[in-house]
């Protein structure tokens, strides 16, 4: 990085230091924050979609549609949610394959699952065994985002659910009294009074998912714990310029402060748009800021 | 080899009996359902003791950040804090790390290096956090008409700490307790995934699982049985957590008594 890098050997102190944080690996880690970043920027949205989708279905006049709506929120209670990480990634990846198997090689005559083994055919593989380095990184990076997005999706609906199912009930017989159909009472009125019910519920989800992110590293991404464990130990002089005994210690007491951070400034955030959302409801924190104003 | 000698040599494997050997290929389902359920040894232990001593030092650090005293009240907020905002499993691993370099200077430390008291240790300041925070909630809503009433008796000090404030807070946290509860069982999971080491194979339910996915490749039958001891599990605590409930409520008419409702998971 600098030029005072070329022979790490010869310098000491804070000199030392400048070079050993700016080396190509560190550049790397400080990447990955981005990593961590980016899956919050994809995986919220995405799982609040599939919440609104669930729990649009829970609340369903359809029987079947119900079901799936209810079975899919219910489905994430009672088990450790790890379990569900590490299911997802194999499942979907199989699941995948399995489709693109049968849609590419139609006739292929071999079992699929031979003993411990899953084989697809060459051309139905995900990624394909030719592709380059960075497809197979994107590849394993999505599959992480759906099973983020499927896992904290369920937690969503649930949250969703009740919210909906908090919004004053004269408030859809108004709707329904002037006339309005069942999707425009749905659209018009309960989607946008729903929010300030939800609104702990998401925050609270919201710190969860910031504090699930490390997971990442069970999924085989290239994330912040992957590189804190690989930078902090020890490195000898023989295969590194800059050896150091175990640093674990304070590479992850980094992480925690990172961590750390971004929660309280969610949680900042969250107060924000809490007292924007309750300005003119019917609530508790509408009225005080009602009285509050007067 | 019959399901009842796979029994046999693998339901205490996690604690070190049985057969050292892990079955390497023909995986059944008896072995399937043995190991992990041998596994869930360990997740009971953390959960029990965690839990245990945690539920003492939850109610001191609520009593502490409830406290006008700021050299109380601050220590307690911070440890509060710190355990809350951050993930789990960063906190293992960072602990892990501590403990490594403390065994070094003070070689009197090395337990702590092992799962059975590093990992405990961690989960038992996380839990107490978590549940500290419970318990202020529960201590800011006790009614005040209660307080007056102690005090109108002249039931002062340590006397309305035990008759009054703690039978009320308890009462007032028990259902998000319970929840609390659940998740520290879900959270025990994480232990053999976090970097403390697993020794002679002897891991967690979570660990055996995903020793049968790695090997068969086939994730539709490990988990699912994992699922089934947790949700196990998760009904075991429920139905003792009621109980208490029950008995916390006992002086409460029919219809004011607060029911325990079991919500969503919640991952830290």
């Given amino acids: 990085m600098f030029s005072y890098c070329t022979d790490p050997s010869t310098l000491d102190g804070l000199k030392w230091l400048s070079c050993y944080l700016t080396t190509g690996k560190h550049m790397s880690f400080y990447a990955s924050f981005g990593t961590v970043l980016a899956l919050l920027a994809i995986t919220a949205p995405v799982a609040l979609l599939f919440g609104f989708a669930g729990a649009s279905a829970a609340r369903a006049r359809i029987a079947p549609i119900r079901w799936l709506g209810k079975s899919y929120t219910a489905i994430v209670r009672g088990v450790p949610d790890i379990a569900f990480f590490l299911f997802f990634v194999i499942a979907l990846d199989q699941a995948f394959e399995w489709m693109r198997h049968k849609v590419k090689c139609p006739d292929w005559d071999q079992p699929i699952r031979q003993g411990s083994d899953f084989i697809v055919c060459d051309a139905a593989k995900l990624p394909l065994s030719s592709s380059p380095q960075w497809i197979h990184e994107a590849y394993g990076f999505s599959l992480a985002v759906l099973t983020f997005a499927i896992v904290f999706g369920a937690f969503a609906a649930n949250v969703l659910y009740g919210a909906m199912r908090a919004v004053p009930r004269a408030q859809l017989e108004t709707a329904e009294a002037y006339g309005m159909s069942h999707r425009q009472t749905f659209w018009r009125i309960l989607v946008p009074q729903m929010w300030t019910y939800a609104l702990p519920g998401l925050s609270n989800l919201w710190m969860i998912l910031i504090k699930a992110t490390p997971l990442l590293f069970l999924l085989g991404v290239e994330d912040v714990v992957y590189w804190a464990r690989e930078l902090g130990a020890t490195k000898t002089a023989k295969f590194s310029d800059y050896p150091h005994g175990n640093w674990h210690m304070q590479y992850f007491f980094g992480l925690l402060v990172f961590y750390l951070a971004f929660t309280s400034l969610s949680e900042r955030v969250f107060k924000r748009i809490s007292a924007r959302l309750s300005h003119g409801q019917a609530t508790a924190a509408g009225e005080a800021q009602r009285k509050a104003a007067q | ?268």
Avoid at chain 2, 7 to 23: D, H, K, W
Avoid at chain 2, 208 to 215: E, G, P, Q
Avoid at chain 2, 249 to 267: M, W, Y
Wanted: net charge positive; hydrophobic share 50%; charged share 15%.
């Fill in chain 2, 1 to 268: 080899m019959s399901c009842t000698e796979t029994i046999q040599n693998f339901a205490f494997r996690s604690i070190g009996y049985g057969e050292r050997m892990l079955p390497r290929t023909d995986f059944t389902l008896c072995e399937h359902f043995t190991l992990i359920g041998s596994g869930m040894i360990w997740n009971i232990y953390y959960g029990l003791v965690a839990i245990l001593f945690g539920f003492f030092a939850a109610t001191g650090l609520a009593m502490a950040k409830n406290s006008e005293n700021k050299w109380l009240r601050k220590p307690a907020e911070f440890f509060i804090y710190v355990f809350r905002g951050s993930p789990l499993f960063i906190q293992f691993f960072f602990a892990y790390a501590v403990f490594l370099s403390l065994k070094q200077s003070v070689p009197a430390l090395q337990p702590l290096t092992a799962s059975w008291l590093g990992a405990t240790l961690v989960l038992f300041c996380n839990t107490s956090a978590y549940s500290a925070e419970i318990f202020y909630g529960a201590l800011r809503s006790i009614p005040k008409g209660d307080l007056e009433a102690a005090d109108a008796y002249g039931i002062m000090g340590w006397t309305r700490f035990k008759r009054i404030t703690w039978p009320t807070m308890l009462r007032l946290a028990w259902p998000s307790y319970t929840n609390e509860a659940i998740f520290l069982f879900h959270a025990t999971a994480l232990v053999s995934f976090s970097s403390f080491p697993v020794w002679q194979q002897r891991g967690d339910a979570l660990y055996y699982a995903s020793y049968f996915a790695d090997k068969t490749f086939n994730p539709f039958v490990p988990y699912p049985i994992l699922a089934f001891y947790f949700i196990l599990l998760t009904l075991v605590v429920i139905t003792i957590f009621g109980a208490a409930n029950k008995h916390l409520n006992r002086h409460l008419p029919q219809e004011r008594r607060k029911k325990v409702r079991v919500k969503f998971n919640i991952f830290r």
